[in-house]
């Protein structure tokens, strides 16, 4: 079974994704970390980050791995769970998710991923590109500023400037060319301006539970 979750930056779905993973005891894989190790990999071996051909071969040849109930991260075997959060890394991560052969190296690799074992993904694109048919797809939504609010309170920043960083990134995602942000059709939209991680939780759970209960073809 596959849970898509998508939605822009600060929506919460990381934290949800991940929970919602350990309450159906589903591995969680997480996109954003899978771009950020091939930049951890990408900075260590020193590839300059505009050489496109040699970011995806890169992608081609890491490893990444998750496995069910761990939130660790491993690249070619290595924890690096740590190593991506770092600040150089998620600046570079940025840049190399831009890269139209980085995402479809990681693109097949989720498809991979999920077609032997039952996964909640959350990202961008998961239930309009990488996984169309997820039996259960959400778009994750948040007023912006909430949004700006909930990334100062995790990253410890400036909401201001967050909320800044927030609106272009918006736009950014939105806008670009190689699968977009957008809201599939057949996904079901959650606002969780006013909700509680909590409250979110137990929409998702339902969800999941009547698309099992009533088997597929019946919303």
């Known amino acids: 079974m596959i849970v898509a979750i998508d939605g822009p930056a600060g929506a919460g779905k990381s934290t949800i ?10 591995t969680y894989i997480d996109t954003g970390a899978m771009y950020r190790a091939v930049a951890l990999w990408a900075l260590r071996v020193g590839v ?10 890169l992608a081609r040849q890491a490893r990444i791995e998750f ?7 491993r690249l070619n075997g290595e924890d690096v769970t740590a190593a ?15 890269a139209p052969g980085v995402r479809r190296a990681m693109r097949e690799e989720q498809r991979r991923i999920g077609a032997s074992q039952s996964v909640v993904m959350e990202g961008r694109d998961i ?27 995790e990253s410890g920043g400036a909401v201001a400037e967050i ?6 990134r918006d736009h950014r995602d939105r806008t670009r060319t190689e699968a977009p942000l957008t809201q ?11 909700l509680s991680p909590a409250e979110v939780e137990e929409a998702i759970l339902k969800l999941v539970r009547e698309r099992t209960s009533n088997g597929k073809g019946h919303h």
Request: charged share 30%; net charge negative.
């Open 17 to 26: 994704a991940r929970a919602i993973a350990q309450r159906l005891g589903f």
């Open 84 to 98: 991506i959060r770092e600040a150089p890394v998620s600046e570079a991560a940025s840049k190399v998710s831009m």
């Open 48 to 57: 300059d980050l505009d050489d496109l051909h040699r970011l995806e071969q």
């Open 163 to 168: 909320a800044q960083e927030i609106a272009e």
């Open 127 to 153: 239930g309009t590109v990488v996984f169309p048919d997820a039996q259960v797809k959400i778009y994750l939504d948040a007023a912006p500023e909430v949004r700006a609010v909930r990334r100062a309170a």
């Open 67 to 73: 496995a069910a109930g761990e939130t660790i991260v």
């Open 184 to 194: 599939a059709p057949d996904a079901e939209y959650l606002d969780t301006t006013r």
